[in-house]
RNA sequence: GCCCCCAUCGUCUAGUGGCCCAGGACAUCUGGUUCUCAGCCAGAGAACAGGGGUUCGACUCCCCUUGGGGGUACCA
């Protein structure tokens, strides 16, 4: 095997990349970076009605973010090579390796549901039309479609990820179609004539393309191409229902919410779709299947109505891991584990080592669950590891997607010192919760009722007692370094007979307004003197006040 | 229904006939550390789906059962 290895990713721009397609990237491009082939990039998007500009940008973007360069300076798309699957359909009708059908859809889902009555598992089978029928449909106006006319035998193929030769029997083929009415080729036909133009080596695609793959090499052997070397990799499912990990799985939890929301506020599905701000009809016929999916912007208003935040809902795609923020090499890493191993007790790895250790040997068989726990971890891991400029821009890149956040106007020197007194954070969104108050205006500061409740007004106002004694104390600190202020606060403690808790955590709800927040004293002294006691002097103000 | 694929701790997996009364990681549980959250440290429990073969010997090979997944489109 001496010829350069060349493989591709082929999304179709029907949504934007999702862990499944992220992992089939990955191993793809690893293949091709271990070998020193090419990784090419190609967009399938023959299905006129779903495919949108957005989710190219969208896949190129989160491929982008993953560090999965491809090779090809031009990008492939199937909408504008139209006229050579045309050629090549001419071509094998005029050979009489495909012939125009004219049933419609519903003819042959009449079809299909006779033979599901019948118990009889439904095979097409062409038929035999007079040149006068033909004649007649074409005169009626009636649309065709192209099918291959697939030679009646045993198919079979090695799968270099299953090990094995997959065989299926001459009663299971049947002629697909090549050319749909709307003009444009299906997958079937489009993927086989690519692979072969741009000199595909290796195919690795999921597993549900499994039996797809009989059609392809069927068509291959028609239009004269060389085989390449298949390889289908295990689904990723959930964790929870151990179905096929999908988009399908927001929206499905949208509705499970929808339906909890309906049933305790005893609201119908009417009032749903008014408050929602959409129609009734669609609402209704998206609440009654599992099945249905609602468009992005029509779930941000039903997960209004109902209560649900973007954060409840699962992550799926790329974009959610970057949204929450994970580091796109953990994604690489943790999704190379789904479906293939190093060998041994390896597991994290650098992506260098990934394409120096992957090999299609290593690919499992067994499907596998994602499993966010592990991922998490692994963020730790990375977020306690990695150098402080690497972290830096990591954070750069989360508050570039969540332009919403007060952190966007903190200045690199200010994000790393935020960074390290978060020290033990799993994921940035954790940061940024946890420190954006850093950046609110003193003025603008919220105080949390439960906090200021449960850590000032309980037990006879202690806390706030405490903070106001602590005040004077902090006042009078000249050196406001997190070291001095600890050993000042502490020896106030100490007189006081007071645990270090009892002050600290009233001075933190003074000056982050909530009960969770960095360390103290490090934040303390971030905030600076004046900014510091002027929050506390706030807070002093506005709860005993509220009195 | 039919076709195809798969099967080691709860999860991801290591294991390619003796090195395994099965190793690692995550999760769980128990202690410890700590100003909150998180983290960190120490320890523990936890699996070869079942039944037949093959073999001196099976987690490893073969068959059946069961279970899981995928496909069955003018979607990819």
Not at 42 to 54: C, F, G, M, Q, V
Not at 256 to 266: D, I
Not at 394 to 415: G, I
Request: aromatic letters at 8%; charged letters at 30%; one cysteine or more.
């Amino acid at each position: 095997m001496s010829s350069k290895v060349v493989t591709r990713f082929a999304p179709s721009p029907t949504g934007y990349l999702h862990v499944g397609g992220a992992r089939t990237a990955l191993f793809s491009w690893l293949l091709a970076r271990h070998f020193g082939g090419e990784f090419l990039l190609r967009i399938e998007d023959t299905d006129l009605a779903r495919s949108t500009e957005a989710s190219v940008t969208g896949v190129l973007e989160d491929l982008r973010w993953l560090g999965l360069n491809w090779d090809n300076a031009e990008l492939v798309y199937q909408s504008k090579r139209v006229a050579i699957y045309d050629r090549l359909i001419e071509g094998l009708l005029s050979r009489g390796m495909a012939y125009k059908a004219y049933e419609t859809p519903e003819e042959l889902e009449g079809q299909r549901r006779i033979a599901e009555r019948a118990k009889r598992p439904y095979i097409y089978s062409r038929p035999k039309l007079s040149e006068e029928q033909v004649r007649k449909f074409e005169a009626d106006g009636r649309k065709s479609v192209v099918r291959f006319v697939m030679p009646v035998k045993e198919y079979r193929f090695t799968d270099v990820v299953l090990g094995k030769e997959i065989v299926l029997a001459a009663n299971q083929v049947q002629d697909f179609v090549l050319r749909k009415t709307d003009g444009m080729p299906t997958y079937h036909f489009a993927v086989v004539v690519d692979d072969a133009e741009m000199g595909i080596t290796h195919i690795l695609r999921g597993q549900e393309h499994l039996l797809n793959t009989v059609n392809h090499i069927g068509l291959q052997d028609a239009l004269g191409y060389a085989r390449p070397i298949y390889g289908h990799l295990p689904v990723i499912l959930n964790t929870e229902d151990g179905s096929k990990m999908g988009k399908r799985d927001r929206d499905k939890k949208i509705r499970h919410h929808a339906h909890l929301w309906m049933k305790s506020s005893k609201m119908a599905a009417a009032d749903l779709a008014r408050l929602a701000e959409l129609g009734m009809e669609r609402v209704e016929w998206w609440l009654a299947d599992t099945g249905r999916q609602l468009e992005g912007s029509e779930q941000k208003k039903i997960m209004g109505v109902v209560g649900l935040k973007e954060t409840d809902l699962p992550e799926i795609l790329i974009h959610d891991f970057r949204a929450n923020g994970y580091l796109p090499e953990v994604m690489l890493n943790f999704l190379s584990l789904l479906g293939w191993s190093p060998g041994g007790d390896r597991e994290q790895m650098s992506t260098l080592e990934m394409i120096e250790l992957f090999s299609l040997e290593r690919i499992g068989q067994a499907n596998a669950k994602f499993n966010r726990e592990k991922l998490l971890a692994f963020n730790t891991e990375a977020c306690a590891t990695s150098p402080e400029m690497r972290m830096v821009a990591v954070m750069r890149d989360f508050l570039s997607v969540n332009p919403q956040s007060p952190m966007n106007a903190a200045s690199d020197e200010e994000l790393r010192a935020v960074l390290k007194m978060n020290a033990g954070m799993r994921i940035l969104r954790e940061v940024e919760e946890k420190s954006r108050f850093l950046f609110v205006a003193d003025e603008k500061l919220e105080y949390q009722p439960e906090a200021v409740e449960k850590v000032l007004r309980k037990n006879e106002r202690q806390g706030y007692i405490a903070l106001k004694n602590v005040r004077d104390i902090l006042a009078g600190v000249a050196d406001w370094s997190g070291a001095a202020l600890e050993e000042a606060v502490k020896k106030y403690c100490e007189t006081a007979g007071l645990g270090l808790g009892k002050v600290a955590q009233p001075i933190r709800v003074a000056v982050s307004g909530s009960m969770v927040s960095p360390p103290i004293f490090e934040t303390l002294a971030f905030l600076g003197k004046e900014r510091s006691l002027r929050r506390i002097e706030r807070c002093i103000e506005v709860v005993g006040h509220a009195d």
